[in-house]
Structures are given as structure tokens and as C-alpha cells.
């Protein structure tokens, strides 16, 4: 979300003179897009902004003014905070209001270095969503992110994004349509559709239309229409919306990828109760059993939290446990960050910061464990692979497979931005190396082994 919210800006930017640079030396604006999943990434951030205000400084000595903004979560939720450790920030806006930067930024500029404590917070919650305002989006490559939804209202006690996010919206069916084709006709052949709570997208078919609402799995359905996707993907979800249109179209929409992310966050009952989740462990499994039934190959990842506010060692074996059991090939795991003004924060029990890390070490080297008995079992098959990056190797190109497996091939440029099928040859716990599978090596394999045939029967 944070990837396509820092594109969407850089749209927004555009018909106003301004163009991405990766030197922020000489940039005239430099804008740190946050998030506050986490404490760390708060830290981080009062840190770059302390970096930033050197640059800032030396360009004023030249005579160039440079406008500092933050956006995003920790905007959000600390814009005065931000405003008062670091006053030379010129511009703080929230996650909704970034459709209004163009305006900020004259503002800011206009007041040059006579703006003495006027710099800009914006964190408002707009009535009419930033969606009306945004010009059509650019394509960055071969896959795309689209935004379909946005907040959430499950309020587990980990969590900040109904504080930061706001309330659940989604958008209307036409409008994200209209969006994909967009992008299919610039050359995208995979989305992945992006919400907070994905699966929780209650969209109308048609903006301001009364009608009912429908779901992710119409959707997908009317998305797997468009011409030139022929990948889809969706993240991130939450169990208690995997409802069965949903999961019926992982069995009958071939473009979507046999690839889920299904965060779980914790294999303990107890846990997930003190979570606030509202599901329990045997409510996911049955999930997971009825995304099989649909579609036998379907891999999972999922999100994990250690050292939850009472989590005893066998909580933390029930995680292990189911695991084992799900056998998941990805995670985004981590020791559980407190976070002001949620729940969590302040519950009794907190665990101690060694006993979190010797515990995510444990997780984290099972998962991958899994994750490379599944790539080198992905070893001797043909895949399908969108390569849709270059390789630090001359003449390499990266892909991603069904399974998001990173597969790197020694080939030309032809082949960027193009699903091709792979031989697959290689594996290491991370990626996977081979060659492009040629319909003209087939064919001479194919009539070698038909000449054979007929010598033998000679």
C-alpha cells in the first residue's frame, strides 16, 4: 500500500514540474512516505528527518530551497509530534490527503524561508475520498498494485491502521475497472489488488449507484475480463472475510494466482482472543481445507506475531504447530511492537525483548526451511515466470512465479516484461535459478524421441 500510495503522489506531482530522482542531494522536494505498524519505523524516521535537515541546510547556503514533507500512518498519528521535534519539515499529510499535495506544496514554497511556524498539517479525513481527485495512474512496469480498498474495522488490539486508515472504504466496481484497463494498455499484466482488509472490499458496480454491494470475488470475476491481465492477486486479508463467493473463484478464475496471503498472526486460541482476531485456529484450518478443495495446488504465506502480551511457550508451540501443519512458505513475522493507544499496549504480562527474539528466531527458521523444501522441489518443472525486473548479472532477468518464487535466467531483453515458461534447475532457500523452456527445444526433443521410436521398432 505504502509502494502505491508514493506512485500516487509522484502522479500528482507531475503536472506541477516535478519528476522522481533517487539523489535527494540535489532533489527539490523530498517527501518520507511512513508507516506506523511499528515502533521502529517511527525512530527511523525523526532519524532521516535529522539526515534531511543537513541537506536542506547546505541547499539554502546555495540559494535552493527544498521542502521537506512526511506522509502517511506515523503523519497520521504524531503530525503535531513531527511538527515540533522537526519544525524545518515544511509539509504533514496523512494517508487520505495526498490528492491535495499540489496545493500544499505552492503554499509552501510561497512562503519560502519567511514561513515561521506555518507549516502545513493536513490529516484530516475528507469527506469526498482522495480516489476522486487522483489523476489516472501511470504504470511503473509489467505488475502493478491497484488500490480497491482502504481502512479497516476489525480493531484487533495489535493493530493502529483503524486509527491511521480510518473506517473501511471501498471503491465501485467501474472505477476499478476503468483503472485496469488503464494499466493493461500501458503493458501490465498482473495486479495485485491492495486493501488494508482486501477481502472486506464491498464495493458498488457502479459509483454513487443505490444498488447492492458486491464482494472480492465479483471482482475478481469482472477483473479476469479485462484484456492483457492475465495474473491477479490480492492482499491482505483477514479470515473472518474469506467468505465462500470468495474462495469459489480461487477454483474457477485461472488468472488468479494459486498464491494466498491469509495472516493468521497467532496458532494459539488464547492469543487470538486477547488479539481481538475473532476467529480461533479450527476456523482457519477449515478455510484453508475449503481454498484446497477449490484448488489442490494453493500455496500460502501469513503473518505472524511473537511475544504478544501473555504468550506463554505453549502458545508459542501452537504456532509452531500449525506451521507445521499449513506449511507455510512466506511469513512477515515479527516480535510484537507495542503501539500508543492501542489495546495491546496495555495489557499485563508483557513479554520480555530476549524471549521475543529467541522465539522469532525459532519461527523464522522453520519457515524458511519450508520455503526451501518447496523451492527445491520446484526444482526439473516448467513454470510460467513474469520477469519483470533486471538482475544485478549482465544479461539477467528476474521474474516471479505463481507461487511468487523469485526466478532468476540468464536471457535478453526480449523477454522483459513478458510471462514466459522456465526450466526450472536451481534452488536456494531464497529464489531459484533456470532457462527458457523453447517451444523449438520441445519440438527437436519431441522428434528425436519419435526417431527413436522408429529405430527401436526396426
Do not use: W
Amino acid at each position: 500500500m505504502n509502494v502505491y500510495d508514493s506512485d500516487r503522489m509522484a502522479d500528482v506531482l507531475a503536472p506541477i514540474g516535478y519528476v522522481v530522482t533517487d539523489k535527494p542531494d540535489n532533489a527539490d522536494m523530498i517527501i518520507i512516505n511512513t508507516c506506523h505498524i511499528r515502533e521502529q519505523a517511527s525512530e527511523k524516521l525523526f532519524s532521516e528527518l535529522g539526515r534531511l535537515q543537513n541537506i536542506k541546510s547546505k541547499r539554502c547556503d546555495t540559494g535552493k530551497a527544498t521542502v521537506i514533507a512526511v506522509a502517511g500512518c506515523v503523519a497520521q498519528a504524531a503530525g503535531a509530534e513531527i511538527l515540533k521535534r522537526a519544525p524545518y519539515v515544511d509539509i504533514v499529510l496523512g494517508p487520505q490527503t495526498y490528492h491535495r499535495l499540489p496545493k500544499m506544496v505552492a503554499y509552501a514554497t510561497r512562503l519560502g524561508e519567511k514561513k515561521i511556524n506555518k507549516s502545513l498539517l493536513d490529516i484530516e479525513f475528507p469527506e469526498k475520498t482522495k480516489f476522486d481527485f487522483l489523476p489516472n495512474v501511470t504504470a511503473k512496469g509489467s505488475s502493478a498494485f491497484l488500490s480497491i480498498q482502504e481502512g479497516c474495522d476489525k480493531f484487533c488490539a495489535f493493530c493502529v491502521v483503524p486509527y491511521t486508515r480510518g473506517a473501511e472504504y471501498s471503491r465501485s466496481v467501474d472505477d476499478i475497472i476503468f483503472e485496469a484497463k488503464s494499466l493493461a494498455s500501458e503493458g501490465v499484466k498482473e495486479l495485485t489488488l491492495l486493501g488494508q482488509n482486501v477481502n472486506a472490499y464491498h464495493g458498488k458496480k457502479t459509483k454513487g449507484h443505490t444498488g447492492n454491494e458486491v464482494g472480492l470475488g465479483y471482482l475478481i470475476r469482472s477483473l479476469s475480463g479485462v484484456d492483457g491481465i492475465e495474473r491477479l492477486r490480492y492482499m491482505t486479508s483477514h479470515p473472518l472475510d474469506m467468505d465462500d463467493d470468495l474462495i469459489s473463484a480461487h477454483g474457477e478464475v485461472a488468472s488468479l494466482m494459486p498464491f494466498l496471503h491469509l495472516p493468521v498472526q497467532s496458532g494459539s486460541d488464547r492469543i487470538l482472543n486477547r488479539m481481538n482476531r475473532r476467529h480461533k485456529v479450527a476456523d482457519y484450518h477449515r478455510i484453508i481445507d475449503k481454498l484446497l478443495m477449490q484448488r489442490p495446488e494453493l500455496k500460502f504465506s501469513s503473518d505472524f506475531i511473537v511475544g504478544f502480551p501473555g504468550e506463554n511457550d505453549q502458545d508459542f508451540e501452537n504456532t509452531l504447530k500449525l506451521v507445521r501443519e499449513i506449511k507455510f512458505l512466506q511469513s512477515y513475522s515479527f516480535k510484537y511492537s507495542s503501539r500508543p493507544g492501542t489495546p495491546g499496549a496495555l495489557m499485563d504480562k508483557q513479554v520480555p525483548e530476549h524471549i521475543k527474539g529467541e522465539r522469532l528466531s525459532v519461527l523464522q527458521d522453520l519457515l524458511t526451511q519450508h520455503q526451501t523444501a518447496f523451492n527445491q522441489e520446484s526444482v526439473g518443472e516448467i513454470m510460467p515466470i513474469l520477469f519483470d525486473r533486471r538482475g544485478r548479472k549482465t544479461n539477467q532477468i528476474v521474474g516471479r512465479s505463481p507461487f511468487m518464487q523469485p526466478v532468476h535466467v540468464k536471457a535478453s531483453n526480449e523477454y522483459f516484461g513478458q510471462i514466459v515458461d522456465v526450466s526450472l534447475l536451481t534452488a536456494t532457500s531464497n529464489s531459484l535459478s533456470g532457462e527458457i523452456f523453447l517451444n523449438d527445444k520441445l519440438s527437436q526433443n519431441l522428434d528425436n524421441l519419435s526417431f527413436n521410436a522408429e529405430r527401436n521398432c526396426v
